[in-house]
Every structure is written in structure tokens, then in C-alpha cells.
């Protein structure tokens, strides 16, 4: 297997494998989208809500705000603290939200204890807020994985394609009809030859190919090369997300692997 870094940005990253099948690179865009531990508001405690929004409503708002923390491997798994799930500063992030109206709750009013702890975005709109009109909510968020329930889900947009393969024969006539058909605009005319400015960008439509009436387009999968994407919410780095998946299916592989031993 061979990694080839394309892009990598605080919030995305994109490379390439080469080697694998599909549900190995299957396999790194599910751990990404629902074993990585990450911040999410747990429980709350609500003290007065006058607002035009039933709690219930309320707390599913506070449970989707991405929540970051500077240094997020100093908390703990509820299940895996030391305090045994019974709720400590270790795995328990207490927080509160005080606002009157006039005028909009922002998650920027969802205060935490812990100064390292914050919303990733200041602006989400919560709830807008009468004259008069009044929440004070109470509660803590624990660290928790998507798979038990998608408001710790980090990554937003994890997906994989094909390595498009793309050739241009010496058939082509340079009419430029597939340039007009390319919908990623990585078809250009050059010398009277059409020529593949991005191949990665491809996303294997085949427009091009069904638009060239002298067949010279040739556009294929390359079938054990993955282009990998993945980006998240900002709560957790794209680059430690994928760190954290490859490290679950690595823990997971190692745990049937002695397991089957047992029966050798
Ligand atoms: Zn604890």
C-alpha cells in the first residue's frame, strides 16, 4: 500500500492509496465518520425557558453545536475515565447559557468551565429570544463517538472515488466537444490536441467519452487506487481524525488477529 498526501487543510484532508480494495478504503471513511471520539453536549438542566421553542427542541439545537477543545486527549471516553462513568472533570464538561431578550442566543452564550473548551463556530443561531423572555440552561458535554449517536459525529463530508484514468488517442481532432461537455472544467485545447489539466478532479461522468465521436476519449477507473476525502466540522483536526480512525481499525485488526490465534 502506498499513501500520497494531496491537500491538507485544519479542516480537510485528501490523499491517495494505492494498493487496496475498496472496502479497505471503505473501511478508513466509516472509522472516520463514526469512531472518532469528539465533543458533544450531553445533558441538560433546564432552569427557565420562555422562549418560543419547546425544551426538547432547545437541547437537540445545543446537542448539534461542534464543541473543540484545545487539547482534546486530556479528556476521557465517559465509559473508559477513571471516575468509572460516574462524571468528573475528566470526562464531564460542565457549561452554561444565560441570556434575556431582546434579542438572539448564539453559540457563543454557551459557556464553558473549562476556558480550553468553546463552540468551533461563535454565530450559530440558537433560539430568538422576546422581550422578556428568558433560558438558563445548565449542563455538560462528554466526549462520545457517532456510532452510539450522530451528534458526535466529527466528520461532515468523509467520501472516496476511483483514480480517474484518463488517455487521449491520436484520434482526436481537436473539435473540442468534450472541453464543452466536462462539467469539473479539466479539459483544455492545446496545440489542437485536448489536453487533462487535472485528472484528480475527474469525476468519472464519462461525458467527455460519450461526446467525442472519433472515440479518442478514454476515461477508466483505476481500480486499487482510492482518492480519499476527508473533511469534518472543525472540532476535530482533519488530520488527527484520520490518524484516530486508522488507529481503530488498526486496535480492532489486532484484537481478531489474536483472537482467531487462540483457535490456530
Ligand atoms: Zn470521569
Redesign the pocket.
Known sequence: MKVELLELKENRVRFLLKGVSAAFANGIRRAALAEVPNLAIDEIALYDNTSVLFDEQLALRLGLVPITAEDPSVF?L?EE????????????LDFMVTVEGPGMVYSRDIKFTDPSVRPVVDTIPLVVLGEGEKVVIEGYATLGVARSHAKWNAGTLCGYKNLPKIEIGPECNGCGKCIAECARNILVLEAERIKVTDPLNCSLCKLCVRACETGAVKVEPVLDCFVLSIEGDGSVKARDMVWMATSEIRKRAEYLGNWLAEFA
Open positions: 476521557s465517559p475515565c477513571q471516575c468509572g462513568g460516574a462524571g468528573c472533570p475528566g470526562c464531564r
